[in-house]
């Protein structure tokens, strides 16, 4: 039963994200190509595929909804295919994986657990840790703004006009000319690039998940709440303010938890909120154990961590101590109390 109760979890999240992924992937290719998207943003094979796929679904229930299209026939990997050809897409999942490579391995491990679920294979505490793990991440990367790709093509005219404009004087000076206009456009590259920043998966190189925050800088440093915040939120009794600084504190810790890059971490949010009238006010009537037992496990990993257990102990740790249930619990009760 226990391992059936893994599966529906597991179930559930894998749905939640192919069909977010498949909604900002629809929206996105519609505002780029218009009414001809399907023509026009899907590859023309995989096109071809995924109408294969839906002809055959109708060649065996003609009751199929005309509400459906091409992306609804695609899964995690197709998805990722579409991704992969358009930039501006591609640009926006960046911050998922070091590399698009990695990015495509990603998508792979989540087409592999979603093959778990529909022939009903048992699901491991380690893919249920990455589903959960993996939407974390999608929510954070997706609610930034999408990047302007334009910008990056911008500079190239503006580097072909100086060299239009040298041309005439047939001199070997133009190469200064061109100068100034060439450092321009730099400025609007530079802001680019912190786009593409990698946010590291739950199983590669913690070393680079310090570059998690680059990935949106403008847009983390007007959602953080900040401690004089949150004192006046306690004082106050505003639950949401309180939750939604637990929300942002448990997330950025999370990931560096699973993959043993917690010696550095801190839970200041959390020392705060535990002292407080609040916290006793609210533990039952919220139901706050599951945030009590995250920074529990939290305080006892980063002593292990310390101490010099490996990684892989360290996962073997979390998992005794169903560290997986425990972000499942926080992940409902932050969706009944936490503002997005």
Not at 197 to 226: I, K, W
Request: glycine letters at 4%; hydrophobic letters at 45%; proline letters at 10%.
């Amino acid at each position: 039963m226990a391992k059936l109760d893994t599966n529906l979890d597991a179930c559930q999240l894998s749905s939640d994200l192919l069909l977010r992924l498949r909604k900002i992937v629809r929206d996105s290719l519609r505002t780029t190509h218009g009414k001809n998207w399907e023509v026009t943003g899907i590859p023309a094979e995989l096109r071809e595929f995924l109408a294969q796929r839906q002809a055959r679904e109708a060649g065996i229930n003609w009751n199929l909804s005309d509400s459906v299209d091409a992306i609804d026939f695609a899964g995690f990997v197709n998805l990722y295919d579409i991704i992969s050809a358009a930039p501006h897409l591609l640009q926006r999942f960046l911050p998922l994986a070091p590399d698009a490579h990695m990015l495509r391995i990603r998508f792979l491990e989540l087409d592999t657990i979603l093959n778990r679920i529909a022939y009903a294979r048992p699901i491991s505490e380690a893919d249920l840790g990455f589903l959960v793990s993996f939407e974390e991440r999608l929510k954070r990367t997706t609610s930034a703004p999408p990047p302007a790709v334009e910008a990056e093509d911008a500079p190239r005219p503006s580097r072909a006009e100086p060299a239009a404009a040298a041309t005439p004087p047939t001199a070997p000076v133009p190469t200064a000319a061109p100068q100034p206009p060439a450092a321009a456009p730099r400025p609007v590259a530079a802001a680019a690039e912190p786009a593409p920043e990698p946010e590291p998966a739950p199983e590669p190189s913690p070393a680079a998940e310090p570059a998690a925050p680059a990935a949106a800088p403008p847009r983390a440093a007007a959602s953080v709440l900040g401690p004089q915040e949150i004192e006046a939120a306690l004082k106050r009794g505003d639950s949401s303010t309180v939750l939604t600084a637990i929300y942002q504190e448990v997330t950025s810790i999370a990931d560096g938890l699973w993959n043993g890059s917690v010696v550095a971490m801190q839970n200041r949010t959390w020392e705060s909120v535990r002292e407080s009238q609040w916290y006793r006010n609210h533990f039952v009537k919220l139901g706050l154990k599951p945030i009590s037992d995250f920074f529990g496990l939290f305080e006892t990993a980063k002593e292990k961590m310390q101490a010099g257990t490996s990684r892989t102990d360290l996962q073997e740790f979390l998992k005794e101590h169903n560290f997986v249930q425990v972000l499942l619990a926080l992940k409902d009760l932050f969706r009944h109390h936490v503002r997005h």
